[in-house]
């Protein structure tokens, strides 16, 4: 008797994971189905640009959907990234950031030499799935020379 609640149990556990991660506004679900992401880029260095870029060509070619892109200031970008009428934002961003505690921020795209602000992707909390997708790539561009 005890075996089968065991089986019962795991079977149950298993079964509630399986999409897990999710996202709570289903971005990357809308994303795949429209075919195209929202960005914001951070208007600034040459550098964040090419960076940038090479996470967008990797997040298009992984996700399976087109970068529509908007550029502008900061502030205004990562309002509408924690609004989510942006699914991501890029450019350059330093580490102590106060936006850290209101939106996802990924592993740095560049190296950073402590002299200026890292080349940085952000994310909407809790699109996790999301999240996960824009980890892996960024990670690849962050490891490029």
Do not use: Y
Not at 27 to 43: A, K, M, P, Y
Not at 53 to 73: F, I, K, Y
């Amino acid at each position: 008797m005890v075996i089968r609640a065991s089986i019962l149990c795991a079977a149950l556990v298993l079964a509630s994971c399986g999409q897990v991660p999710r996202d709570t506004e289903g971005s990357l679900e809308r994303i795949r189905q429209n075919s195209r992401f929202r960005v914001g880029l951070i208007s600034g260095s040459i550098d964040g640009e090419r960076r940038g870029q090479l996470l967008l060509d990797h997040v298009a070619r992984t996700s399976g959907a087109r970068p529509v892109a908007e550029s502008g200031a900061a502030e205004p970008l990562l309002q509408k990234l924690e609004e989510g009428r942006l699914d991501l934002v890029v450019g350059s961003m330093a580490e102590k950031s106060p936006w850290r505690t209101k939106v996802h921020f990924l592993p740095p795209l560049s190296r950073n030499d402590n002299a200026k602000p890292s080349i940085m992707a952000m994310a909407r909390n809790g699109e996790n799935a999301w999240i996960a997708l824009l980890h892996r790539e960024a990670e690849r561009v962050g490891r490029l020379p």
